[in-house]
């Protein structure tokens, strides 16, 4: 069974910084493509970014485009999200996930594993 635990969560100001991390273990991850989402209340879960099993291809939301970073390291198993120009929309619970194969994917039932998630706060 694989597992993904994610942290960096935390309290920050709006214009502020934060950079999450993914730790996999029990499967070969390194072979997937991962992808970050996110989950306001009340709202549904919604994507962020992925990165393709080498880390040669990334993809982003719009609404991130150009503050977030999405990276990974295979050697250690971790993937990791930068998020820059932090807003208070961004708030949410932030979770990591592993496509069920290695090319990009943006659609939560292209994910077969997930993280418990982090929560992050953008406060005004």
């Known amino acids: 069974q694989g597992q993904l635990v994610e942290s960096g969560g935390g309290l920050v100001q709006a214009g502020g910084s934060l950079r999450l991390s993914c730790a996999a273990s029990?499967?070969?991850?390194?072979?997937?493509?991962m992808g970050w989402f996110r989950q306001a209340p009340g709202k549904e879960r919604e994507f962020v970014a992925a990165i393709s099993w080498r880390g040669r291809t990334t993809k982003y939301a719009d609404v991130v485009k150009g503050r977030f970073t999405i990276s990974r390291d295979n050697a250690k198993n971790t993937v990791y999200l930068q998020m820059n120009s932090l807003k208070p929309e961004d708030t949410a619970v932030y979770y990591c996930?592993?496509?069920?194969?290695?090319?990009?994917?943006?659609?939560?039932?292209?994910?077969?594993?997930w993280g418990q998630g982090t929560q992050v706060t953008v406060s005004s």
């Open positions: 029990g499967r070969t991850f390194s072979s997937y493509a």
């Open positions: 996930a592993s496509a069920i194969f290695g090319t990009i994917a943006t659609k939560t039932n292209e994910y077969g594993y």
